[in-house]
């Protein structure tokens, strides 16, 4: 029984590792999700940095409830059951005019995740277009094996390693993912993808939420995830706090402890201590 996509958007992902546009709010809930991140950034005076922008959701009520808002973990259920962490969030943010990237890769090269049934929700809190850098996918990609890829450290990608793929990835067969606010796609861990620059004169914002269905395992560290329906007779990682005020010290300490794991997995055998500024 599927509670929001059809069995041809289920199929349509199974056979492509990705699916969209797929609306989960009223464009103007979106706005005002992107206003509460706004809300702080004026706060702070900067924009939204570093560690902050992965697991988001362990620090602000509003990223809290977009990572379990039913909607959106309908769509998720529809496609890897019932029982579902989430296991990360990342804010990818592209300021007007201003070069960052994200090289070709699939999100499983790092991440240590098996099985692979791991689907991201990459929700978009602005409107996504070619001119401000969407990202591009080659469908049926998550049908070939892990390739290999190399770490670039680039400064303007805004991938962790901005680790890309080692070899020649076939760009004519890529499809550009527009988006408007309050729509989310989906795809699949092995999907290969990338997105350019901001070239437009707004902000470009997009969450993206990766959740796992409880059997999944994380090879390379202890790690954390939250529970976001279900039961977890598995046990493989442990469960995270809600947070209960933005930025409280509960809150505060439960994502530094997380990011701390989360950064031991994905920067393996590099010297790297946080996520990129
Ligand atoms: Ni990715």
Redesign the pocket.
Known sequence: MLKVLSQAAVETYRRDGVYWPVRVMPADDARKYRAALEAHEAKAGQPLQGNWRHKTHLLFTWADALVHHPKIVDVAEDVIGPDILCWTT?FFIKEPHSPGF?SW???STYWGLDPDDVI?AWVALTDVTPENGY?EVIPGSHKVDQLPHVDTFHKDNL?SRGQEIAVEVDKSKAVGIALSPGEISL?HIKLV??SGANRSDDRRIGL?IRYIPTYVRQTKVRDSATLVRGTDKYGHFDLEPRPKADLDAAALAAHAEAIGRQVKALYEGTNKTAFRA
């Open positions: 990342n994200v890769h699939q999100d991201t990202m991938l795809h993808h990338g993206a």
